[in-house]
């Protein structure tokens, strides 16, 4: 300990004495060494921010572990480094957007001075836009590379980057880690243009958003169904993020009528006052468009995160109330109603990630559709349309994190036409005088009955960052041989990427990237993934079981029994 706070006292002297940083960060990084306690000296300087998952994200504060003007400098300008490298000679353009936070428009004009002052062509929206917008305008505009400024639905501390490449994906390897070995080069922050060039910059024209309504209204199947039932009144919240300025006038476009909005969540606000956290995969963050919901009469309730690739949904039950769909739901529940109205199924496939329901390979198997499984993150997925373009129709992909993508004009998860193709399907099961959730239980009957859950744990700072190694470790050297009663049969480690199969002990290779995820297959079909968070201080458990459901009538007693054995599986995991 006293080892790494002399390394800690160092980096911060740097900082100290370099002749770039401006006085009131160093006033604040003085105060941080004077203090007695020193658990958020050692946090701020501990390590330098990296690229995971998401990209960059982190606390914003003074430090090399945090998000400041200094961080996000450094990253833009060993990404320009990269981009000048990687295209010798070219008139290289970026594309720059940012979400509702606090001081993401500040990130993003010094993302954008840094890129102009080193002869990069700046296209930047005027004001805040849903991250797949950024995705597709590296497309629209031809650009070579893109940032949006976001920590997605994080905590209000947070705030992130994100970097994409010239197919509208956000980077992976080798250029992910070519980006940070540029960054990784620049010692000294004297070696960071800060001095934008005005000329340089352009702002990103309406005519953008007009295409991009245009590809969505494409993706609607059965126009017809949904405008006969273009009346059902919905519900959408913004929870003060990004999602505002686009959502409900893509619904609109669509030929929705009776859309309502949760006024009280409209206004961007980086403070998130009216949730504990903006994110809607937590119930919290729903009740205020449940409330409206209810008072309306809604069908469903829509909400998004403040960046806008995320969305949750709540749906009516026969009683009245509503339910809220998970991600590993609503996404089965989207790709059952793709994959039923698919008229051409040559040549076509969906894909998710490895942690996402394995109902989605199951239907289709069925339909006789080709379903892939990528690692998690959709940049993967993304790399996944990459190489197939040209050979194979893609038809839609999505993850149990509440994010879903249909058509291939956004490279990333997309809220915005997630929202459009939802209410066209509330609207196509209203037509039949049935609710989405109607719809989920004959999913469930025609398929089978699957059941997850997620557990989250965190564990914050370098104390936390070792206690998650230390328990991916125990997983990985010392397995269990069973989980509450139900032995082990299969385990697979995408980092050493080989499966094992611990009743015969033979093992085979896994065909994957490398990377830190563990699952275990149990005998009755039940399966368990572990791994670290890419962009919070968590480790994940998800959890996955099944069973028939020969009729919807026994949906209750059947999901009873699938709870009750999550709850033995979480209570197992737990106690470990």
């Not at 981009?83 to 290289?92: C, E, H, V």
């Not at 606090?102 to 990130?107: A, E, I």
């Not at 963050?285 to 969305?311: C, F, H, L, Q, W």
């Not at 009538?553 to 009873?560: A, D, P, R």
Request: aromatic share 10%; proline share 5%; charged share 25%.
């Amino acid at each position: 300990m006293k080892e790494l706070l002399n390394i800690v006292k160092q980096k911060a002297q740097q900082w100290l004495d370099s002749p770039v940083i401006d006085q009131q960060t160093k006033k604040q990084v003085t105060e941080l060494l004077n203090r007695t306690d020193t658990r958020e000296l050692i946090d701020n300087f501990y390590k330098d921010l990296e690229f995971g998952t998401g990209g960059l994200r982190g606390i914003m504060g003074v430090g090399s572990n945090c998000m400041n003007k200094y961080t996000v400098g450094a990253a833009t300008q060993g990404l320009s480094n990269y981009l000048l490298k990687s295209f010798p000679g070219k008139k290289i353009k970026v594309a720059i957007a940012h979400d509702s936070r606090n001081n993401s428009r500040y990130f993003t004009e010094v993302t954008a001075n840094v890129f102009s002052a080193n002869n990069i062509e700046v296209y930047l929206f005027p004001d805040l836009r849903p991250t797949p917008i950024l995705s597709y305008a590296i497309r629209y505009l031809g650009c070579d590379s893109g940032v949006v400024i976001t920590a997605s639905h994080n905590p209000k501390e947070y705030n992130g980057y994100k970097v994409y490449w010239n197919d509208g994906a956000q980077v992976v390897p080798p250029h992910d880690k070519n980006i940070i070995a540029e960054v990784n080069a620049i010692r000294e922050f004297d070696q960071v243009k800060f001095n934008g060039k005005p000329e340089k910059i352009h702002t990103i024209g309406p005519e953008l958003e007009e295409a991009y309504y245009e590809e969505v209204k494409k993706l609607i199947p059965r126009k017809d169904t949904v405008a006969r039932n273009r009346n059902i009144p919905i519900v959408y919240s913004s929870l003060h993020g990004a999602g505002i300025t686009m959502i409900p006038e893509c619904l609109t476009r669509m030929g929705f009528t009776n859309v309502h909005i949760v006024e009280e969540q409209r206004t961007p606000d980086g403070n998130f006052p009216t949730v504990k956290s903006p994110n809607p995969e937590e119930r919290s963050a729903m009740e205020m468009a449940i409330e409206k919901g209810k008072s309306v009469g809604a069908t469903m309730v829509m909400a998004t995160d403040p960046d806008t690739d995320r969305v949750g949904i709540g749906v009516r039950k026969p009683d009245g109330e509503f339910t809220l769909l998970n991600g590993n739901q609503a996404f089965c529940l989207m790709m059952w109603f793709i994959m039923k109205n698919l008229s051409d199924k040559t040549n076509a496939y969906v894909a998710k990630t490895i942690v996402t329901s394995e109902l989605v390979d199951t239907m289709a198997g069925n339909y006789g559709i080709e379903c892939y499984n990528t690692l998690t993150g959709f940049k993967y997925i993304a790399e996944l349309m990459r190489n197939l373009e040209g050979k194979k129709k893609f038809i839609a992909a999505g993850e149990e994190s509440y994010g879903y993508m249909v058509g291939d004009f956004v490279r990333d998860k997309d809220a915005v036409s997630a929202c459009a193709f939802f209410a066209a399907m509330a609207a196509c099961a209203a037509d039949e005088g049935k609710s989405l959730h109607d719809w989920m239980v004959d999913m469930y009957a025609e398929h089978a009955f699957y059941k997850e859950s997620l557990i989250n744990i965190t564990k914050k700072g370098q104390q936390g960052e070792q206690e998650i190694k230390a328990m991916m470790a125990q997983f990985r050297n010392n397995p269990p041989a069973s989980v509450a009663g139900v032995k082990i049969i299969r385990i697979l480690d995408y980092k050493s990427l080989k499966e094992t199969n611990t009743i015969t002990g033979e093992t085979k290779p896994l065909s994957f990237p490398e990377s830190d995820v563990l699952q275990f297959y149990l005998e009755d079909g039940t399966k368990i993934s572990v791994r670290p968070s890419g962009t919070e201080p968590k480790i994940k458990y998800y959890i996955s079981v099944h069973n028939k459901l020969h009729s919807p009538k026994e949906y209750y007693s059947i999901s009873q029994q699938l709870d009750e054995r999550i709850q033995s599986i979480e209570q197992f995991l737990l106690k470990l």
